[in-house]
């Protein structure tokens, strides 16, 4: 027989023995431990099951998200390049550029709408071609498009830019601005795409030019012009001037343009020019003055009117002041010479009957202030006509001449010595005595020396001839009498000095209305 037997699984129960089977085991496990081996079995499958499910269920979330986010992130970038392409249209529009992509090995170009619109053409009117552009470039330009191109397709130049002019649908030429970059290129280096823009600059041409055109003219005026012109900036400092300065400092316009005065005059002088300047910056007016300049080009030296004007920016701004000097010595001296035939006899250059009177009437004021005496002597001289009929108007006239000097030397800076006309003479007394027997005295002497004097030879025409006065005088205080009747006086006074047998001088006697003798 055979003991018990137990193991982990269950337990022996029975053992024996038939007699003709032999020995029959009997094995036997407990319920319980079967049934919990079998349900951590079914644990585990389970939960493996619930495990793989939990785990397809994220994946396939996740997939679900990624998808959204693709598809979010590809409507996002949609809509970015659509806003951006809208962008660049606008841009684009706003800036009249057109736009061009040349596909070099092909020679096919695209253009859009604008391109074409340039120079007057439909988008289907012009070739997608290289050639359909070359075929529209005007001839001059030709050469410079070409080394452009050249140089930036072979990489000297970052970017491809000049300016050329295109034949328009209509005829005339259109100037072009081009811009463009090769943006591929293959192993070699050798350029196989390039995009650019094209504008229209014809405005801005035809304004350069013209303001080119007027730069010129202003250039020739200015260069031609006899007046002095030039330009300072705010600080003084010369910005350009023209040949006619160039000659009062005589340096060329190289060696005055970035100098100040201070440069070519005194610091006293400077400091003047430097005060009108900022007078003319100060005002919107035209400053006007007169100098006295020397060109050191030659050291002539003469009257200048200048003008000063502030220069301004278009926004009104001071930027510097623009000055124009014009030599009027020749018209200060017409203007001296048209007073001088005013107011001066042509012949001897004495003071005629109009400055007379107002000389006469300053001594009638200066008398009343003064309480001085004054005296006028007027003269005429003896048978001047028939000198003149003997010997001609020529020797007439130098004896006039000679008369008018010798009348100058008998009297003070003070008197005047004036012609009226003919061979009559006429003398200011000034600022005699207060006392008038004094007074007559200095008037009585004068009037001797100028009878001495004039009874001295005169040398006409090769004869020495002689000639005598007649004086009348005259005494004044005051304002009493006017101008025009003390020369009356005189003049009277002179007719008695004739009647008393010429050469001789006779006074005028207000007192008794008579004339008294000398």
Not at 77 to 89: F, L
Not at 143 to 150: P, Q
Not at 160 to 177: D, L, N, P, S, T
């Amino acid at each position: 027989g055979m003991g018990p037997a137990t193991g982990k699984a269950g337990a022996l129960r029975q053992v024996g023995k038939t007699g003709d089977t032999g020995m029959v085991l009997v094995l036997q496990r407990e319920r319980a431990q079967v049934y919990a081996q079998w349900w951590v079995q079914t644990y585990w499958i389970g939960g493996s099951y619930l495990l793989i499910s939990a785990l397809l269920a994220l994946s396939l979330r996740y997939r679900q998200a990624r998808r959204q986010s693709v598809a979010q992130e590809s409507s996002t970038i949609e809509r970015m390049g659509r806003e951006h392409a809208e962008r660049m249209e606008l841009a684009l529009g706003g800036a009249a550029l057109g736009l061009w992509d040349w596909h070099v090995p092909s020679g096919r170009v695209v253009r859009d709408q604008r391109w074409c619109a340039q120079v007057g053409y439909g988008l289907r009117e012009v070739a997608p071609t290289l050639a359909g552009w070359e075929a529209m470039l005007h001839p001059d330009d030709r050469a410079a498009i070409n080394m452009a191109l050249s140089q930036h397709m072979s990489g000297v130049t970052e970017v491809c830019e000049f300016e050329y002019r295109m034949r328009h649908k209509a005829g005339h030429w259109v100037w072009i601005q081009l811009r463009g970059k090769v943006m591929e290129r293959d192993a070699s280096g050798a350029a196989q795409r390039m995009l650019g823009t094209h504008l229209d600059i014809s405005l801005r041409k035809h304004a350069e030019a013209d303001l080119r055109q007027s730069r010129a003219l202003v250039r020739t005026l200015i260069e031609t012009i006899p007046d002095m012109i030039w330009l300072k900036d705010v600080d003084g400092v010369y910005l350009d001037c023209n040949p006619a300065f160039e000659r009062l400092w005589n340096k060329p316009r190289a060696q005055i343009v970035g100098k100040t005065d201070l440069d070519f005059v005194t610091a006293e002088a400077a400091a003047m020019f430097r005060e009108l300047d900022r007078a003319a910056m100060a005002t919107d007016a035209a400053i006007v003055y007169e100098d006295w300049k020397t060109l050191a080009v030659d050291g002539t030296r003469g009257v200048y009117e200048s003008v000063k004007k502030a220069m301004r920016d278009p926004q009104g701004r001071v930027i510097g002041v623009m000055g124009i000097s014009r030599d009027i010595s020749q018209r200060k001296r017409d203007q001296q010479e048209i007073h001088r035939l005013a107011f001066h006899d042509a012949l001897t250059g004495l003071p005629n009957r109009r400055l007379l009177e107002d000389r006469l009437q300053r001594a009638l004021l200066a008398s009343a202030r003064g309480g001085q005496f004054g005296a006028v002597l007027f003269m005429d001289i003896d048978n001047f006509k028939a000198l003149n009929d003997r010997l001609g108007h020529d020797a007439g006239d130098m004896l006039l001449k000679i008369v008018g000097q010798r009348l100058m030397a008998h009297v003070r800076a003070q008197d005047t010595v004036a012609r009226l006309g003919g061979d009559e003479f006429v003398v200011v007394l000034a600022e005699l005595s207060i006392d008038e027997v004094a007074a007559v005295a200095q008037a009585q002497s004068v009037a001797e020396k100028i009878l001495a004097a004039l009874n001295a030879p005169f040398t006409l025409s090769g004869h020495d001839c002689l000639s005598t006065p007649s004086i009348g005088l005259v005494m004044f205080k005051g304002v009493a009498v006017t101008v025009e009747e003390i020369l009356k006086q005189a003049d009277r006074a002179m007719y008695k000095a004739k009647g008393a047998g010429r050469n001789t001088m006779r006074f005028y006697n207000s007192a008794s209305s008579d004339l008294g003798s000398a």
